[in-house]
C-alpha cells in the first residue's frame, strides 16, 4: 500500500480520483503499487499479458512499433508524471494495434494493475473517459511522428530531434549512440550516420564514441 | 427536422441517445440536419471551420493528411453508417493535429452541428465518451496505415489495397485511376504505374483508362 504523500502524487495524476466512490478508491488503493524496470527492459509487447495503468515517477518509457523484420519506428516517448495506457490496451476493445514499450532508462513508476484498472473502467464512466482522452493525446503524438517521417526531409527531422535532446539535457551534449538516435526517429543507421556526418562537416557538431557535441545551435536551428 | 424513421436511424448510430435527458434530446433533434456533398467536394481542411459531427448514409469520405508540398497520405476512408467525429476536431482539446475530408462520391449525411455536439459533448459524458471511443477507432485505422505504408514491401500494398477494393465494387474491375490509388494508398502516380505494369505483365490485371480489371485474383492474393 502506498503511503499518504504517495497517494496524493497519484490522485493528481489519475485525475478520476474524485469521481470514485468510496468502495472504488477502496480497489485502487488496494491494487496500486510502486514497479521499478531497468534500462532496456520491454514491459509491454504484442506477446506479454496486459500489464496495468502506468504513471511515471522517474527515468522515461520509450513506445514503438516493430515490423517482422524487425524494424522500429518510435511513436513517442513518456516522461515523469505521464501516463501510460497503452499498457492495458487489452481492456480497450477500440484499440486493435500492438506496440512495445521499453524502459528508456531506469525508471520508477506506479502501477495500477490490470484487474483492477479492468474493474474501474467497466463500472465507472470517468476511468473509461481517462483512458480514452489519454489515449487520444498518445494518438495526436503518433500523428506528429508520422507526419515527420513521411513528409520532413532527412535533415529537418534530424535536426528537429537533436535540438528536442538538447532543450532536454540542458547542455550541449547529447549522449546517444547513431543507432540510438536511429530508432527514436525511424531511420536506419547508415542514413543517420551520414547525416550527421554532413552536419559534422558544416561545423554544426562534434561526434566522439556515444555523444554529439553540437558546436553551433543556431546553424542547427537554421535548417529548420 | 428529420422524419421518425430518420431520427430512429440516427439514434441508433448515435448511441448515447439513451443517455440524453429530455432536454437534450431537444437540442439533438433540433440541430440535426440531412446534409448532401457532390464528389471531390472538400468539407474538412486546417483552414475550415468546424462542421460537427456526420453520420454518413451514403456514399463515403476520405480522411487524409496533406504535406506543405502538396503531397497527401490518405489516412481511413468512412462508409455508410459510419460516424465522423474528426470533422468537429476543434472542440476536442487532445486532437492536436490537422486532417482533410474530402467527399469520395456524391454523399448524404446527416449532420448534428459543432454549437450543439458542444453543448451535449461538455455536458454529458456519454457523448464526450462517444466522440473518444471513436476517435480510438480511426486511431487503430491510422496505425494500420501507417504500418503498411513504414513496414510493407510496395507489391504487397498494392496488392491488399486492389482485393479490398475488389471485395467492396462485388465484379472484377475496379475504377480508379493510378492517381486515385497513389492518392489511397500514400505513394506516387510513377511508383503506382510502374507497380501496375508489372501486374500486368504477370497476368495479375488488365489496365484500361481509369479503370483496372483483375483477371488472376489468385496470384494477386499469392502475393500477400
Known amino acids: 500500500m502506498l503511503d499518504k504523500n504517495e497517494l496524493t502524487y497519484v490522485a493528481t495524476h489519475f485525475d478520476f480520483w474524485d469521481k470514485l466512490n468510496p468502495l472504488e478508491k477502496n480497489i485502487f488503493e488496494n491494487n496500486i503499487v510502486k514497479v521499478k524496470y531497468n534500462k532496456g527492459f520491454n514491459l509491454h509487447s504484442s506477446d506479454s499479458e496486459c500489464l496495468g495503468v502506468l504513471l511515471i515517477k522517474s527515468g522515461g518509457l520509450r513506445v514503438y512499433i516493430l515490423s517482422e523484420d524487425g524494424r522500429e519506428v518510435t511513436l513517442y516517448r513518456l516522461s515523469p508524471n505521464d501516463v501510460c495506457v497503452l499498457s492495458a490496451s487489452c481492456i ?133
Open 92 to 224: 480497450l476493445n477500440n484499440i486493435t494495434f500492438d506496440v512495445h514499450i521499453d524502459a528508456e532508462s531506469d525508471t520508477e513508476a506506479y502501477l495500477l494493475n490490470i484487474g483492477a484498472f479492468s474493474r474501474l473502467h467497466s463500472q465507472n464512466v470517468y476511468v473509461e473517459n481517462f483512458a480514452y482522452k489519454n489515449t487520444i493525446e498518445r494518438f495526436s503524438d503518433v500523428m506528429w511522428a508520422f507526419e515527420q517521417i513521411l513528409f520532413l526531409s532527412f535533415d529537418k527531422r534530424l535536426a528537429i530531434f537533436l535540438l528536442d535532446e538538447l532543450n532536454k539535457s540542458d547542455s550541449d551534449e547529447i549522449t546517444l549512440t547513431q543507432d540510438q538516435i536511429a530508432k527514436y526517429i525511424g531511420s536506419a543507421r547508415e542514413v543517420v550516420s551520414r547525416m550527421l556526418k554532413a552536419f559534422q562537416n558544416q561545423g554544426i557538431l562534434e561526434q566522439s564514441r556515444g555523444s554529439i557535441r553540437i558546436t553551433d545551435k543556431n546553424k542547427l536551428k537554421h535548417l529548420i
